[in-house]
């Protein structure tokens, strides 16, 4: 973890303005973003994009450049306006903070004020975000939902390989690609227990996947891989009922259950009224079924998604410079945003 802190700090860009792109950093509603404005004049008013970087709640900052370059092909291409936030971060910092900061920045964003003063039409508002960003953007717009003081809501969400459960680390999924480079299911378990305590008496109960108590074992039907993955997911996998861990863990940290950590707790009722859902999964990567659940609930619910597979994609590969299969999804990604947003 200390090595990924290391490299992902040592890998960041100041706000800097181009031919193209006037970028800033600034705060909304005291949460650090940094703005990216096409220098075009425009006639009408722009699309706007709200997007929250990954890096296991822990690492990462929008400043960091595989994001900047990112924002900059999504302004460049879209003539759209990026809002790029930050937010607190693991271990320093545990849920709900960093749903908290990305909440207070979105609810800022959405006010038609910041809108005029970025030129943003309120019409065409779009979240988006990558791994935990994913988690993030996916919580939120769940929960602006229920937000009666919030009157502008988000047309679209697009998920990039979210990680968007915690009940079950044994995944067809995680079985599949416990090793894989990048984001092993050991590393997955560290994000998400750092997420919510430094107490490592969590993280060694979700590595053997015992630490949902039996009170909360009706939440499973929520994150039934064998009734939500497609066949050809499953792969001759045997579903074998959770093995409940003690009410300990759970009473001290409730973060675990909660469904603004967790989005794939959300029952139909609230999944109906979301907007129209881009997802992104890849195939090697641990985080596969949680993105896949997603789509089949999303649709059983009658929300209108697209879902894009990549079968020879790894998780975080939208941020790999230079390698092929980084433009071919952020070719997909962005060609999406153009149709839909």
């Not at 792109?21 to 699309?47: G, W």
């Not at 769940?142 to 937000?147: A, H, N, P, V």
């Not at 064998?226 to 300990?248: A, D, R, V, W």
């Not at 139909?268 to 949680?290: A, E, F, G, M, W």
Request: with cysteine; charged share 20%; net charge neutral.
């Amino acid at each position: 973890m200390n090595t990924l802190m290391f490299y992902m700090n040592h890998q960041e860009v100041p706000p800097t303005s181009d031919e193209n792109v006037t970028v800033m950093d600034t705060t909304f509603n005291n949460v650090p973003v940094r703005i990216y404005i096409p220098k075009q004049k425009s006639e009408t008013l722009r699309r706007g994009l709200f997007y929250i970087h990954g890096g296991g709640w822990c690492l990462g900052s929008a400043g960091w450049f595989g994001y900047d370059f990112l924002s900059r092909q999504t302004v460049n291409r879209l003539d759209a306006v990026v809002i790029s936030t930050n937010y607190r971060l693991a271990p320093k910092y545990h849920f709900p903070n960093q749903f908290e900061d990305v909440y207070n920045a979105v609810r800022w964003f959405l006010r038609q004020d910041v809108l005029d003063k970025y030129g943003v039409d309120p019409k065409r508002l779009g979240i988006s975000g990558d791994s935990a960003g994913g988690n993030l953007a996916a919580a939120v717009t769940q929960q602006l939902i229920g937000d009666r003081d919030i009157k502008i809501k988000f047309k679209i969400q697009s998920l990039i390989y979210p990680a968007l459960q915690t009940l079950d680390m044994d995944l067809p999924s995680y079985q599949e690609n416990s090793h894989f480079p990048g984001l092993s299911k050991s590393l997955m378990v560290r994000f998400w227990s750092e997420y919510f305590t430094t107490d490592r008496s969590l993280e060694n109960a979700m590595l053997f996947n015992q630490h949902v108590p039996v009170e909360s074992s009706h939440l499973f039907q929520f994150v039934n891989w064998s009734s939500l993955l497609p066949e050809k997911f499953k792969k001759g996998h045997i579903y074998n009922s959770p093995t409940h861990g003690t009410s300990e863990l759970a009473k001290k940290y409730p973060g675990f259950l909660d469904v603004r950590a967790a989005p794939l707790l959300a029952d139909d009722s609230k999944l109906r009224s979301l907007p129209l859902t881009y997802v992104i999964t890849c195939q090697n990567d641990v985080l596969r079924d949680d993105g896949i659940m997603y789509v089949t609930r999303l649709r059983n619910a009658g929300v209108r998604v697209t879902h894009n597979h990549i079968e020879d994609g790894f998780h975080g590969a939208i941020s790999y410079l230079g390698f092929k299969i980084k433009h071919r999804i952020e070719n997909q990604y962005i060609s999406w945003l153009s149709e839909n947003l």
